[in-house]
């Protein structure tokens, strides 16, 4: 009798029964057939699918190491960075040469602002595999934030080239590319992000789509953001609700637009009503951005003006972004953001009512003086969507948390999880106040009064604050914002922001006496 060879098909059975034991050794087919449904899930972007295979799997066999940390990285995706932590500690505690969740450890300790330990661990983790993307992406994003912006643009790149196939990694580096005026590769990337990211948050995809025309645009208009005039600028400002107000000529008028000194907004932003006055066009519109206020949601509409004087300071070729502006009561036509104070050594003189922008050799000068008495310097870090932000400390809170500087914003906030997690309800005042934020009109807004407020090296008592919802600003954050240091603490000195060396100075100013008028709706700042 003839002996029978297997066929194909068998072999090819075989075989793959032989791959899922030495994937997972004494896993059942049907713990396999729910790995693959997860994973699948997360490529797909349906990562509360993804985290409920993985928590079953985990509840299933506790030392399932592939199941917590492909949970861990669901719950990373949804910005659960504190139990996404939890898992990936597990299994260190289990497997301490793990690479893949000393990564996650660090991605999720970046994702809640602690960059000293994230650092840690993305460098562990490439100490045992030296091409895990996950680690090489995380230390991008803390070069990113520190503004090394080359040495981000190059781990971005390396991430990429590993796992071409995680939109993250493309994503980011777009965002990097931008920053640095590298347009092409930008549109480039986000293009590339929209081919391979899952097709489940279609806003998310209509804001990329109109962020790529408005990049091709401005791709085409040569040197962007060019500094003219004298190297030293000084213009006065009135102080509207602690907000300082200057007057601003836009492509080549004489008549004269009100702007507020908006460290909170990356970009410029300018009103609708001063848009269609001046004739100035949309170039490119997609999407709907989320914000403070109203309904939490405006339209993303993208200009470009020819010129922007400052007193005699000239910045030619602004992007600048166009939306309703809601506060009638202190009417203003736009903000100039940190795209054109990042120029200059910029001065906010609260006391003086004067505002200097100081470039070149006047600059250069200035930061080589000695520092005055009393002042103090604050490190700053950079959010993807181009806030600055610095380290505040609390009494009871074991590290700091990270605010935004801003000084387009009347008062200071604490966000709702922050207060939630210091039990800061303690501090709450009596009555409510009303807050203008970039999507309209916020009622109801608690208020507390906060003992201690340590930003840097100086700590102040008795500071209002509003606690509001900060989850749309940190959707696009990159790490967590947990408050914003507004116009009533930093009317109380003269504020140097030195985008160079990446600190703001900050020089109490004798002629000032601190007060909080709340007898007034609040205002945060232009895309806030």
């Not at 991430?159 to 196939?165: E, G, H, L, R």
Request: proline letters at 5%; charged letters at 25%; glycine letters at 8%.
């Amino acid at each position: 009798m003839r002996k029978l060879s297997p066929t194909p098909f068998v072999l090819l059975a075989a075989f793959a029964l032989v791959a899922a034991v030495a994937v997972a050794p004494g896993a059942s087919a049907s713990d396999e057939k729910a790995r693959a449904r997860a994973e699948r899930a997360t490529r797909e972007g349906e990562y509360e699918t993804a985290e409920k295979i993985y928590r079953e799997l985990v509840a299933k066999d506790p030392k399932d190491s592939a199941a917590r940390l492909g949970l861990s990285r669901a719950l990373l995706k949804q910005r659960k960075n504190l139990e996404a932590y939890d898992h990936a500690a597990r299994v260190v505690a289990r497997e301490p040469e793990s690479a893949r969740a000393h990564a996650l450890l660090g991605a999720a300790l970046l994702g809640s602002g602690d960059f000293r330990l994230s650092v840690e661990e993305f460098r562990t983790a490439l100490s045992f595999k030296d091409d895990e993307a996950i680690a090489i992406a995380g230390l991008a994003m803390v070069d990113f934030y520190e503004n090394r912006i080359p040495q981000s643009l190059s781990g971005l790149r390396r991430a990429a080239f590993i796992d071409p196939n995680e939109p993250d990694y493309i994503f980011n580096l777009g965002q990097v590319a931008a920053r640095n005026e590298r347009y092409k590769e930008a549109a480039d990337a986000y293009e590339t992000f929209l081919r391979i990211a899952p097709k489940t948050d279609a806003d998310r995809r209509a804001r990329i789509r109109g962020l790529i025309d408005f990049l091709r645009y401005l791709g085409q208009q040569g040197n962007l953001l060019a500094v003219g005039g004298p190297n030293s600028v000084t213009v006065p400002f009135e102080l509207v609700n602690s907000r300082p107000v200057i007057n601003v000529r836009v492509n080549g008028s004489q008549k004269t637009l009100r702007f507020v000194v908006d460290t909170g907004a990356g970009m410029c932003v300018i009103s609708d009503v001063a848009a269609d006055r001046l004739g100035l066009k949309a170039v490119a519109r997609g999407g709907m951005a989320r914000a403070v206020g109203g309904e939490g949601r405006f339209e993303i509409v993208y200009g470009f003006l020819q010129t922007l004087h400052v007193g005699e300071a000239k910045v030619e070729r602004v992007p600048v972004y166009i939306r309703r502006f809601y506060n009638e009561q202190e009417p203003v036509d736009g903000y100039i953001g940190l795209s054109v104070l990042g120029k200059y050594l910029t001065t906010v003189d609260y006391g003086g009512r004067q505002m200097s922008l100081l470039r070149e050799d006047e600059a250069r000068r200035a930061t080589a003086s000695p520092a005055p008495p009393k002042s103090f310097e604050v490190p700053i870090r950079t959010t993807s969507s181009g806030f600055w932000s610095g380290e505040v400390s609390f009494e009871g809170l074991e590290k700091p948390v990270n605010f935004i500087i801003d000084t387009g914003a009347s008062i200071s906030v604490v966000s709702k999880a922050l207060a939630a997690r210091a039990g800061f309800e303690r501090y709450a005042q009596a009555g409510y106040i009303k807050v203008y934020g970039a999507a309209g009109l916020a009622d109801n807004i608690q208020t507390i009064l906060l003992p201690h407020f340590a930003l840097g090296s100086y700590t102040w008592q008795n500071i209002y604050a509003a606690v509001l919802d900060m989850d749309a600003l940190n959707e696009t954050a990159g790490f967590e914002q947990t408050g914003i240091v507004g116009g009533n603490l930093l009317r109380r000195y003269r504020v140097t922001f030195d985008f160079t060396r990446g600190v703001v100075r900050f020089v109490p100013d004798p002629r000032v006496t601190p007060q909080d008028d709340l007898s007034q709706p609040a205002v945060v700042s232009g895309e806030s």
